[in-house]
């Protein structure tokens, strides 16, 4: 008797089912790769509208800083480096959370892009641990240095949110 009331509410879960992954599928799957035989549909990649995309926004009176460390200092080598950051809160790479980012620090460089995500290189420093500090080894001479936030996946927020790029001499 049980069987009979369940069976018919089992098929009708599964079919539920069925159409909802057909649905998805539609949209994630690999569209260009198979030209398969009855796709109608000529859809962007943007179809992808799950995920988010474009820059995180950040909050407009964050600033971000180097602490203790000023444009013309004269430092030696390894110089400590702390970074602040006030107005957004820090957070690993990946973690997608409104008004938050982790530290990128940009040693000699003059400008970054804001259109997609930072560089990673030895000029390009990603702190996606959310890591708030670091020891940076600089050859004797003159350096510029730069902190930039970066939202979860290295892209800087809009409105950017970069420090003074600050020239100091190391001995
Ligand atoms: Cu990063």
Redesign the pocket.
């Known amino acids: 008797m049980r069987n009979s009331i369940l069976r018919p509410l089992g098929i009708a879960a599964i079919t539920a089912t069925l159409a909802l992954g057909a649905c998805g599928g539609q949209n994630t799957g690999d569209a260009e790769g198979s030209s398969g035989a009855n796709s109608t549909s000529d859809k962007q990649p943007e179809a992808k509208s799950s995920l988010p995309q474009g820059r995180l926004a950040a909050p407009g009176d964050a600033r971000v800083y180097f602490i203790g460390l000023e444009d013309g200092d004269t430092v030696s080598s390894p110089v400590t480096l702390r970074f602040g950051l006030e107005g957004a809160g820090v957070a690993p790479?990946g973690m997608h959370k409104e008004g938050t980012g982790?530290h990128?620090l940009l040693v000699d460089v003059e400008d970054f892009p804001t259109d997609r995500p930072?560089p990673a290189d030895e000029q390009h420093i990603?702190f996606?641990g959310g890591q708030t500090q670091t020891e940076l080894e600089l050859e004797p001479g003159e350096h510029t240095l730069q902190l930039v936030l970066?939202d979860w996946k290295?892209q800087p927020h809009d409105p950017v949110v970069s420090s003074e790029r600050i020239t100091i001499m190391v001995e």
Request: hydrophobic residues 25%; neutral net charge; proline residues 0%.
């Open positions: 790479a982790h990128h930072l990603h996606g970066g290295h």
